[in-house]
DNA sequence: GTCTATACCGAGATAGAC
DNA sequence: GTCTATCTCGGTATAGAC
């Protein structure tokens, strides 16, 4: 667990002089603070007692930055799902890749993502919360999820030599299968029960999906 | 907010002399307010007076018939796997269909099942609990999904002229497939923003891992 | 705007009557 | 074994000094 920006509280006169541009700084301190702490603990088992001991400022700070508890949530979400899934970077490079060294190299993307802890505590406070924050999981499909499928949905569409019927259903399908392996094998540490590889799996489904392309015709 | 009305129904037999024993109905009663508690409210979310009250029991009866929170929140895990995945009834009739047969039928069971409010409830509880209790999120993967995997391997193992290089892969991918799907529209309400019907999903996942077999020789 | 200190409530868990 | 009443701690949120 990397983490812990810590500040150690003064005793005695405090001269603010380090005080860089009080407004914005204070905000992503806090921010910062909020996001080990609400990633790791859920949202119910977050306090803001813990917010600001982890961000290193006192409660009634974050209560002049945010409105409450729950405000401050949502705005961390939004952070989250414009810092953990950044706008699309250009995938001319991607697209020039044959199909097989395409998809292989996306599951690699796809599982690097996953690596890091905070996505998957992010994935599991969405999930968790998606009853009582269905507008958080939304925005979570909306940024994490359908970018996904739509790079793969374009190049399936650049490539009909591929003879996919359905593209989107191809595309949904692959994109599936590599977040229930990583669900099942990683988040609900199945690893042990049920181990398999991650190159077997890819190997198994890019063979499948590619299946009709790389059948030489008799 | 509007609550329903509680009404503690006592059967006949009641001696109520003994310890509890794990059958007893005081017992089943707890487990039941416990079990409409938690599915809602989530672990952190879930009070002991919530239980008691919706459970229709004081609260010092939950405390003598469960060490605290934590042990009661493991019984009824134990009690919902074993609930809402009964041990496998027998196959035979399932296995008797054809391939394409099967696997639509395999598929309509998997969201006969995750329609269930508590399955959906239960899966939320136990992907944001995972980190906390890691124990019972593989007895989930042992429950719900290693079955469907063992049932999937088994007719592809018998059915060699599917012409499936590795059975296991593919049972992982058909599942996580109806998985994700259902992940994604249901739970993280996915269905606005990126609609699609199952019928589509099912016909296209089939079709993509039975291509092999259906292709006719030319 | 930021701090320390505190109000107020609900949490988990327990005591003691019956 | 089950209840009512209560303890103690930690939760969100606020007050008031600077």
Do not use: N
Not at 34 to 40: C, I, R, S
Not at 52 to 81: C, M, R
Not at 126 to 139: D, K, M, W, Y
Not at 155 to 183: C, M, N, T
Request: charged share 30%.
């Amino acid at each position: 667990m990397p983490r812990k920006p810590r500040i150690v509280k003064r005793s005695g006169d405090q001269t603010a002089q380090e005080e860089p541009a009080p407004g914005s700084a204070k905000r992503h301190q806090i921010m910062q603070g909020a996001l080990a702490v609400f990633l790791e603990y859920g949202y119910k088992g977050t306090s803001m007692d813990r917010v600001a001991e982890e961000a290193g400022v006192s409660k009634q700070t974050i209560y002049s930055h945010f409105e409450d508890k729950e405000h401050l949530f949502h705005e961390l979400v939004e952070y989250l799902s414009g810092s953990l899934f950044p706008e699309q970077q250009d995938h001319t490079k991607l697209f020039e890749l044959e199909p097989e060294a395409f998809l292989i190299r996306v599951s690699q993307l796809f599982f690097e993502q996953m690596d890091r802890w905070e996505y998957k505590s992010f994935f599991r406070v969405v999930v968790a919360e998606s009853g009582r924050f269905p507008e958080l999981a939304q925005l979570y499909v909306k940024r994490a999820v359908e970018p996904g499928l739509a790079v793969l949905v374009a190049y399936f569409e650049k490539h009909p030599e591929l003879r996919l019927q359905d593209p989107e259903v191809i595309a949904r399908i692959f994109r599936g299968s590599l977040a229930s392996f990583a669900l099942v094998q990683d988040i609900l540490q199945g690893k042990r029960l049920v181990p398999m590889s991650r190159e077997r799996y890819i190997s198994g489904l890019v063979e499948t999906v590619l299946i009709s392309y790389q059948r030489k015709p008799d």
